[in-house]
């Protein structure tokens, strides 16, 4: 069993309204990032804005899909997302992340399932200090930094285990990875795509459009 949990319940502050719901062509955002997964996954749960969970069409969708209210975090939304799934391997990605491709997809899967942990990461291009105010304080060697994507796949039980320790321990994470490494387990990783950008900014949008409308 696979399960994609498809996290669309963020402010998008810097984008300056919420981007899952962008429509690019006669689709939302969160709309082509799910139908990305169509084949790769049994089911899957959406996490969205407790005011947006009847505005959300799933009857086009050929696997069972449920609609659940986020947190205010995105811990709180992983966590409301994955807790009443169970068994096999749930993949948890970032709806704003529409150009995720199928081998990226079967990438993550494969990886979660031989390791139970596993996150798609690129590799860091620019030199990265280490700053204090407007003071640099150091060049940090970049060939071990890696900057990590979504899908991020994990054993249901692992996952639920960790993202409920971190509430328990009120921990601030920016990717569901961290709270299994915060249990003391091992993630692993495969190769992302630069592709694979998350819409955060207004000048993103262009790129996502032109390249989800060249692909249709």
Known sequence: MIHLVLLAAGSSIRYGKRKQFVKIGNKRIWQWSLEKFIGFVDDAVIVVPKEETGQIDITDYQIPIKIK?????????SYLGTKELSGGIVLIHDAARP?????????IIKKAKAF????????ILDTIKLTDGEKV????????YKAIQTPQGFETE???????NAMIQELEITDDASAVEATGKTV???EGQRTNIKLTYKEDLKFIQQMLLESE
């Open 69 to 77: 209210s986020g947190g205010k975090t995105r811990l709180q939304s």
């Open 99 to 107: 150009l995720v491709s199928s081998e990226l997809i079967n990438g």
């Open 116 to 123: 139970g942990a596993a996150v798609p990461v690129i590799p």
């Open 137 to 144: 304080v150091r060049t940090l060697g970049r060939d071990r």
């Open 158 to 164: 692992l996952i639920k285990n960790a993202l409920e």
């Open 188 to 190: 692993y990783i495969t």
